[in-house]
């Protein structure tokens, strides 16, 4: 493993100390686990094994690949307490399957892919997240986390940033980013159904924009965006006007507030996920990324291309009271040491990973 994905590691075990002991002996099963967020889950589980755990703990992963790839350079895929299973989680789940917590990452997370694949956007939000509840409901899980976004807030009123998990949204039905948004949301009713109708011990993260090492080169999510034409010198696009401002929360720290939650015995319940420091705009950010590379690219602003859908919220800021207070979340990593973390790591791989899914409209 990478050096510095191993440090990031060795610090998210340090801050779920206490929630580790959960998962000793237990059987965790992650869809969409070869993508940026599942793989660090995999990571963390069989590191925990190594340091903490006296039963280790097994993990099982599920992805169809749609934006991934089964080789990931975070994931040891010869640990004897990993299995990966090639399976598109819109279909059911394999019955013989047995799991005690069960975390639904399966998604297209970036707009590019949600734009490029939007029924399939829809059904793993939707058809997915009922196949697991139908597993969780079969299997009796002690615990399920199911992956929501911050985007189901929409655009917010500006009197509702930092934006409480009370917030009911501002969402269009039929807009550009509705494939994402509303299916988000109807993943959330399904939860929140399973869990009235038969105590399913489901909870929901809504994470805001969570970046690091491990997003890979063509994700088309801002930070990698930056990252990867900072490296080569060439300038960082903006769209618009560049006013539009986010609150980015590093890895590290994601996967404390998740684990924290997954590990949680408070079931039905949303928590917010992010760090709301330092609510930046995305010509600052691009400023921020150029100053930390040698080549030091221009801003460009740019018009919204085809491939990307139109109608982004304008700011998006997390209030964290709700997980702060209830399961002790504590984000630390500032913006500057997460994106200097994450060019580090980008400039390790640049050179090694294949090309995968070039934009044919960008
Ligand atoms: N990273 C963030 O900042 C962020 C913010 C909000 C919400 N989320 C949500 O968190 C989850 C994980 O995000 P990520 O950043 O790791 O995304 P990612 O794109 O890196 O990983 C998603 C993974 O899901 C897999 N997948 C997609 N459809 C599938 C299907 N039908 N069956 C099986 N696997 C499938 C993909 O191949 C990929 O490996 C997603 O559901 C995303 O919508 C992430």
Redesign the pocket.
Known sequence: MNKLVHEDIQSIIRSIRTEAKTFEGKTILI??G?????SYFVATFLELNKKVLKKPCKVIV???????AEENSIIDNTDPHFTLMT????NQLPHKLKADYLIH??????PFYYRKFPL?TIE?AVN?TKNFLEFAKSKKVKSMLY?S???VYGDPNPNYIPTPEGYWGNVSAVGPRACYDESKRLGETLCMTYHQLYRIPVKIVR?F??YGPGM?VH?YRVIPTFMVKALKGEALPVHDKGNQTRTFCYITDAIQGFLKVLASEKNGEIYNVGRPNEEINMVSLGNLVSSLVTQKPTVELIAYPASYPAGEPQRRCPDITKIQKELGFKPSVNLKTGLTRTLTWYRSILKTEPAHNEPTTA
């Open positions: 869809s969409g070869c993508g940026f967020l599942g599920m992805d169809n690949y749609i934006t991934s399976h598109d989680v819109r990452a399966a998604g297209l997370a970036s399939e793993v997915g992956f976004s911050s985007e994470p924009n969570v890979k994700d």
